[in-house]
């Protein structure tokens, strides 16, 4: 049999692959006008719950618009959504745009990793939760979160639990020199002092497995029912916080309790990052020779900010930025 030529075709011989079209993707997004703000207050699997309006009493679940391809949502974000909106059973809205995010708390799983873990998103304060014993505070830990916290445009509140098991005045003195609130809480008392800083703002708390951060949360959020576990026969808590989830405060305002962790990775953090957290060594940094590290002694004899303290400038907070670097450098660990 003859093969027909390409005269004798008619609408009948058109053949359409199902699921693909001739005509070529608009890259144009839709506006979504009627899109609700809301707040990302928890992510499980897929699915973000998130507060309409920041109001913890109209909480809805979502997922992620296509059109957002893989940008990540994470606890804190601020979204706008579409499609029901109700909150009820078995009803799912759509994320459709992730505003510009005013701070970020990053980590990565140690200072190799070139991949970075948004921990948290437009936290205002990053409470730093340690024991004063059982198990012992870890200054290296407590230096990287205060690292993390400058970098991430976040304000950093050290919180020392335990404070029934062991005096605090020797870390009082340690972090003296920063222009950071400190908080001592002991298992026996209220902590009213912290509750009334963290009112009518959002706050993210982290902390090693153990330090009671999770029976803060509780002391903080009666209605959180956070489990807390037993710190292991080697000083280790057990990891009972999975995931990070932001709670409404009674009053006003949100604590994002993230999971306990033993490592805080600054592979992200530059020594610029830190030095712009304290007012004048910033500038002062500037008149530094090229590649400075801005540790001092042999590592950096030259380094500027001596010159600039002995002017004045701060001895105890050039101590201090100095610990923090070389903390992010992976030189004084603990």
């Known amino acids: 049999m003859r093969k027909r030529g390409w005269s004798h075709l008619d609408e009948s011989d058109v053949r ?30 897929g699915r973000w719950r998130c507060a309409l309006d920041g109001d913890p009493d109209r909480i809805v679940t979502a997922m992620r618009a296509r059109e957002l391809g893989r940008t990540p949502v994470v606890v804190g974000d601020r979204v706008k959504l579409v499609g029901d909106t109700s909150g009820k059973p078995d009803t799912l809205a759509r994320i459709v745009r992730v505003e510009e995010r005013t701070s970020v708390l990053r980590r990565t799983a140690d200072d190799t ?23 012992p505070p870890r200054p290296g830990f407590i230096d990287r979160c205060l690292v993390a916290a400058y970098a991430g445009g976040l304000s950093p509140v050290l919180c020392l639990t335990k404070a029934d098991l062991a005096e605090p005045g020797e870390w009082l003195d340690t972090y003296a020199s920063l222009d950071m ?84 990775g600054l592979a992200h953090v530059t020594p610029d990052d830190v030095i712009a957290a ?21 590592d950096d004899p030259d380094c500027h900010l001596d010159t600039y303290a002995a002017d004045g400038g701060g001895q105890e907070q050039l101590a201090s930025l100095r610990r923090l670097l070389r903390s992010r450098a992976g030189l004084d660990t603990a």
Not at 31 to 40: L, S
Not at 186 to 212: I, K, M, Q, T, Y
Not at 280 to 297: K, Q, R, T, V, Y
Request: aromatic content about 4%; proline content about 9%.
């Open 16 to 45: 359409v692959r199902p699921g693909r079209g001739s005509r070529p993707r608009s890259k144009k997004r839709p506006k979504h006008a009627d899109a609700e703000p809301a707040m990302v207050v928890a992510v499980d699997r």
């Open 278 to 298: 304290f007012e004048g060594f910033a500038e002062a940094a500037e008149e530094c020779p090229p590649n400075c590290g801005h540790l001092g002694g042999d």
């Open 181 to 264: 609130p400190i908080h001592i809480t002991r298992f026996d008392e209220d902590p009213a002092e912290l509750r009334e800083l963290l009112d009518g703002r959002v706050s993210a708390l982290v902390g090693h497995s153990g330090v009671g951060k999770s029976t803060l949360v509780n002391r903080l959020v009666p209605t959180a029912d956070r489990a807390t576990g037993e710190v292991s026969g080697v000083g280790k808590g057990r990891h009972i916080s999975t995931s990070a989830v932001a709670l409404p405060l009674p009053g006003e305002g949100w604590v994002v309790d993230t999971p306990g962790i033993r490592s805080f």
């Open 113 to 135: 990793d070139p991949y970075e873990r948004v921990v948290v998103a437009n936290a205002e304060q990053l409470v730093i939760v340690s024991a004063l014993a059982d198990p």
